[in-house]
């Protein structure tokens, strides 16, 4: 069974718009912490944001917000005011705690557009 | 403070050659992790490595592919006889203790192809 899900395989946004990216997660574990990573098109890996399943607020970074619904097992990427840098493909990441490895979803492509 | 290297960034192999991949992790971690990302899909782990040990190898396949961390030097992955669907981006992450929800740095990965 698919643990991370990302429906949008693809998404056009206008240049300073905001842009929600949408994940949804499967998990039995009670403690997991979920996560956002950026893969500009040069390839690296870059951290945006993360969320225990026990926090209390919605992870903020800057521009970045998790919007973590625990019910629904959701964990929505919230990216303000968008950049053109911010054209690239974002996955979203989950681990279990007590697991030693990181399970990512497809990923959705964004595009961002002057 | 450096952060993950890996080398080669790109590496180009023939079919049935062997690949090696290094991994020198930031400093003070001694934990690496191996993750495969083929076209198009998010990244899949392969194994996890401590100093001279393999704790977790279930994301490996069970031929040809390799890893190891010793004392000294970088860990390696090792493809043996490549084939065509081993052509892929190989990333690998360090943290410095095992179980820290976040702190798995990744490196900027080696992207394989084979000919």
Same mark, same amino acid.
């Given at each position: ?9 693809g ?5 300073? !718009? ?13 403690? /997991?912490? %979920?996560?956002?990573?950026?893969? =500009?098109?040069? &390839? ?7 969320? &225990?399943? /026990? ?5 903020? !970074?800057?521009?970045?917000? $998790?919007?973590?619904?625990?019910a ?15 054209s690239? @493909?974002?996955?979203c990441?989950?681990r279990?705690?007590?697991?030693? *490895?990181?399970?990512?979803? *497809? ?5 961002? $557009? =002057? | 403070?450096? &952060?993950?290297?890996?080398? #080669?960034?790109? %590496?180009?192999r ?6 090696? $991949?290094?991994?020198? =992790? ?6 690496v992790?191996?993750y495969?990302q083929? =076209?198009?899909?998010?990244l899949?782990?392969?194994?996890? %490595?401590? *100093? ?7 994301? @490996?396949? *069970?031929?040809?592919?390799?890893a190891?961390?010793p004392k000294e030097? #970088?860990?390696? $992955? ?20 095992r /179980?820290?929800? /976040?702190?798995?740095?990744f490196? #900027?990965?080696?992207? %394989?192809?084979?000919?």
């Amino acid at each position: 069974a698919q643990k991370i899900t990302q429906t949008q395989p693809g998404m056009f946004v206008q240049e300073k !718009e905001a842009v929600t990216l949408d994940c949804t997660y499967d998990t039995s574990d009670p403690s /997991y912490g %979920l996560f956002w990573y950026k893969q =500009p098109s040069s &390839g690296e890996m870059i951290f945006l944001i993360y969320q &225990g399943s /026990y926090d209390q607020q919605n992870a903020t !970074e800057g521009r970045y917000s $998790l919007n973590f619904q625990k019910a629904r097992k959701s964990a929505n990427l919230v990216i303000s005011a968008s950049q053109l840098g911010d054209s690239a @493909m974002y996955f979203c990441a989950m681990r279990e705690i007590g697991d030693d *490895k990181i399970i990512f979803g *497809k990923g959705t492509r964004l595009h961002i $557009l =002057p | 403070n450096a &952060g993950v290297m890996q080398n #080669p960034r790109h %590496l180009v192999r023939r079919r049935g050659q062997e690949a090696r $991949l290094r991994c020198s =992790p930031m400093k003070g971690h001694s934990h690496v992790y191996w993750y495969r990302q083929l =076209p198009e899909e998010g990244l899949k782990f392969m194994v996890y %490595l401590q *100093k001279e040990n393999i704790i977790d190898e279930s994301g @490996m396949p *069970k031929e040809r592919f390799s890893a190891e961390f010793p004392k000294e030097g #970088p860990s390696i $992955l090792r493809i043996q006889q490549v084939v065509r669907g081993d052509s892929a981006a190989y990333f690998c992450a360090s943290s410095p203790i095992r /179980y820290r929800e /976040y702190e798995q740095y990744f490196g #900027p990965g080696t992207r %394989l192809t084979v000919t």
